[in-house]
T-cell receptor, first 111, second 114 residues
Framework: GQQLNQSPQSMFIQEGEDVSMNCTSS?????WLWYKQDPGEGPVLLIA?????ELTSNGRLTAQFGITRKDSFLNISASIPSDVGIYFCAGQATGGFKTIFGAGTRLFVKA | GAGVSQSPSNKVTEKGKDVELRCDPISGHTALYWYRQSLGQGLEFLIY????????KSGLPSDRFSAERTGGSVSTLTIQRTQQEDSAVYLCASSLGLFTDTQYFGPGTRLTVL
């Protein structure tokens, strides 16, 4: 079945540093989504990407839909302590396939 | 309501007991999804509903798991004869339509089976 490989699994960074994480898939997706999950909460959508090559920003967050449609990355610039959490990528294919989630990247920010 | 709500937020039960988890989706959302998140893991898809019907039950881990949705709104996930490996956070999400619309998640129910 379809699987997403998300990396890195965890990151320990200093406040102010930039962060990059990515997801790759063995198959093509038509939509890439990035979610953030705070402790004790459900995931919240950060950015949705619908077209190959699309680059979208949301504040300090930037995400891109890879041109091969098999990968996506999320960048966070100038990290702050509240960026701490788990970031999930998710992909959706055509034909009513279910949304596939990556295993998550756990981000720790040291003030 | 404004968002997806789930109840209870926490549930501690003894092995062998049955539990019911409830999800109230966003009003007007026709699609509803259940996921399971084990400690330190990603999201495991369990089941989805389009309206009241669940065309794909392949994600349910065993026949002890069942789910229903009535009136195209509230859904209940039932786990019978709970086992310790059922301990996890159970997340519900809803979307306007099926799959291709953005899913909005509830806060989850943390289930602990002793």
């Amino acid at each position: 079945g379809q699987q997403l490989n998300q990396s890195p699994q965890s990151m320990f960074i200093q406040e102010g540093e930039d962060v990059s994480m990515n997801c790759t898939s063995s198959s093509i997706f038509n939509t890439w989504l990035w979610y953030k999950q705070d402790p004790g909460e459900g995931p919240v959508l950060l950015i949705a990407l619908y077209k190959a090559g699309e680059l979208t920003s949301n504040g300090r967050l930037t995400a891109q839909f890879g041109i091969t449609r098999k990968d996506s990355f999320l960048n966070i610039s100038a990290s702050i302590p509240s960026d701490v959490g788990i970031y999930f990528c998710a992909g959706q294919a055509t034909g009513g396939f279910k949304t596939i989630f990556g295993a998550g990247t756990r981000l720790f920010v040291k003030a | 309501g404004a968002g997806v709500s789930q109840s209870p937020s926490n549930k501690v039960t003894e092995k062998g007991k049955d539990v019911e988890l409830r999800c109230d989706p966003i009003s007007g959302h026709t699609a509803l999804y259940w996921y399971r998140q084990s400690l330190g893991q990603g999201l495991e898809f369990l089941i989805y509903f389009q309206g009241n019907s669940a065309p794909d039950k392949s994600g349910l881990p065993s026949d002890r798991f069942s789910a229903e949705r009535t009136g195209g709104s509230v859904s209940t996930l039932t786990i019978q004869r709970t086992q310790q490996e059922d301990s996890a956070v159970y997340l519900c999400a809803s979307s306007l339509g099926l799959f291709t619309d953005t899913q909005y998640f509830g806060p989850g129910t943390r289930l602990t089976v002793l």
